[in-house]
C-alpha cells in the first residue's frame, strides 16, 4: 500500500478506527509499508482536525456523543454518580460569591446543594434551577435570563436571552456539558444552544465544567469552544485517568469526586 496518496492513507486509518476503536503506529507502519515517523505525523494532522485522539504509541476513535432524553428524565439516571460530582464541586462556590448556573441534570442536582452557601448571587437560564433556588435558599438572589424557552432542557435561549447577558458579570460561570474532548473542546449537538452559550461564557473568564465519564474524550457537531477556556473540570471516578492527565497536561485543574 506504499503508492497510495496521504489523503487515502488518512481515510484508511479513520476507517480502522471506527472498526477497532485504536490503532497502533507499528501496525500501521506494517500495514501500509511506510515509516512510523510518517505514521506519527498522519495521526498528528488527524488529531489536528479533530478526527481522533493522539494516544501513547497509537490513536483513539472519538466516540460521538449520544443523544440526551428531558432533563426532567435526566435527573433520575446515575444519580447518585452526578451527587457525588456536585458535592465535590460545591468547595468552588464561596459565600459572597456571583455565578452563572448553566442547565442540565448534574446542574439541577449541584443548585439543590447551595443551601449552605450564604449571601449568593445566581444568574441563571434554567427555570427548574431558578425556581428550586428561590423555593428551597434564604440567602440567595435569583436572576434569570429572559429567551425563549427549550423545553426539553428548560432552558432560555435566543436573541432576548443574549440581549440581556452582556448586562451581567459573575466570578464564576459553572456548566454542564454534553461532550469534552482533548481536540475538540466544548460540543453539542443542540445547535440552538450554541450562539446563547458563547454569550454566557463572555461572562467571566473562570469556567467550572461538571460533567460525568460518558461526556468526556466524546465530539458533536456543533463547537462551543476549546478546551483551554475550561479552568477547573469536575467528573467521576469512572473516568479514565490516562484521558484526565492529559486534560491536566492542557492546563485544565481536575477534581475527581470521591477521591
Given at each position: ?9 488518512q ?9 477497532n ?15 512510523e515517523?510518517?505514521?506519527r ?46 458535592r ?6 464561596e ?40 423555593t428551597n ?25 443574549e ?5 451581567m ?11 469534552l ?26 469556567l ?39 486534560f ?12
Amino acid at each position: 500500500m506504499d503508492h497510495l496518496l496521504k489523503e487515502e492513507r488518512q481515510q484508511l486509518i479513520l476507517n480502522a478506527l471506527q472498526e477497532n476503536n485504536k490503532v497502533t503506529v507499528p501496525e500501521l507502519s506494517q500495514q501500509f509499508h511506510i515509516s512510523e515517523v510518517t505514521i506519527r505525523r498522519d495521526l498528528a494532522e488527524l488529531a489536528s482536525s479533530g478526527k481522533l485522539i493522539r494516544a501513547h504509541r497509537g490513536a483513539l476513535r472519538i466516540a460521538a456523543a449520544p443523544p440526551e432524553p428531558p432533563v426532567v428524565q435526566r435527573i433520575s439516571l446515575d444519580r447518585e454518580l452526578k451527587e457525588s460530582i456536585a458535592r465535590a464541586a460545591l468547595p468552588l462556590v464561596e459565600d459572597g460569591d456571583s455565578i452563572f448556573l448553566g442547565s442540565g441534570s448534574t446542574m439541577a442536582l449541584f443548585a439543590r446543594l447551595l443551601t449552605c452557601k450564604k449571601r449568593l448571587t445566581v444568574f441563571t437560564n434554567a427555570l427548574n434551577i431558578a425556581e428550586d433556588l428561590v423555593t428551597n435558599t434564604e440567602d440567595v438572589t435569583v436572576v434569570v435570563t429572559g429567551g425563549v424557552v427549550r423545553a426539553a432542557e428548560l432552558s432560555l435561549l435566543g436573541h432576548i436571552a443574549e440581549l440581556t447577558l452582556p448586562e451581567m458579570r459573575v466570578n464564576k460561570i459553572i456548566m454542564g456539558v454534553q461532550a469534552l474532548s482533548l481536540e475538540n473542546g466544548w460540543t453539542s449537538d443542540q445547535m440552538s444552544e450554541v450562539s446563547t452559550t458563547r454569550r454566557i461564557l463572555e461572562m467571566s473568564t473562570e469556567l467550572i465544567i461538571l460533567a460525568d465519564h460518558t461526556k468526556l474524550a466524546r465530539s458533536a457537531a456543533a463547537f462551543i469552544a476549546p478546551l483551554s477556556r475550561v479552568k477547573t473540570l469536575v467528573t467521576d471516578e469512572q473516568a479514565d485517568p490516562k484521558l484526565l492527565a492529559m486534560f491536566e497536561a492542557q492546563g485544565v485543574r481536575v477534581i475527581v469526586a470521591g477521591e
